[in-house]
């Protein structure tokens, strides 16, 4: 069974950077995605970015393209959100996730395996 560890998380000002982590532990599989999504307080999960394991397709949230980057390292099987330029609105818990496909899909029924999360605070 895939397990999911996120690190990374923290207090920035706007304007500033953080860049995620997420340890994948256990079997992994070149049919899976990785994804990231975040959750703001009273909001609903939302996609961020996801990436093929295999193949590096990636994915973005169209709201996210030019400041987010996802990357992988199959070697270690880690998985990355590099975040730039953040902004008030960034601020939510985010999650690591997998799911058994091929595709890049933005819907949190598609992934099948989620971390617990790491929490992102973005002042003003």
């Known amino acids: 069974q895939l397990q999911l560890v996120e690190s990374g998380g923290g207090l920035v000002q706007a304007g500033g950077s953080l860049r995620l982590a997420c340890a994948a532990s256990?079997?992994?599989?070149?049919?899976?995605?990785m994804g990231w999504f975040r959750q703001a307080p009273g909001g609903e999960r939302e996609f961020v970015a996801a990436?093929?394991?295999?193949?590096?397709?990636?994915n973005y949230a169209e709201s996210l393209k030019g400041r987010f980057t996802i990357s992988r390292d199959t070697s270690t099987n880690m998985l990355y959100l590099q975040m730039n330029n953040l902004k008030p609105e960034d601020t939510a818990v985010y999650y690591c996730?997998?799911?058994?496909?091929?595709?890049?899909?933005?819907?949190?029924?598609?992934?099948?395996?989620w971390g617990q999360g790491t929490q992102v605070t973005v002042s003003s």
């Open positions: 256990g079997r992994t599989h070149s049919s899976y995605v």
């Open positions: 996730a997998a799911g058994f496909t091929t595709r890049t899909p933005t819907t949190t029924a598609a992934y099948d395996i």
């Open positions: 990436i093929n394991w295999s193949a590096y397709n990636t």
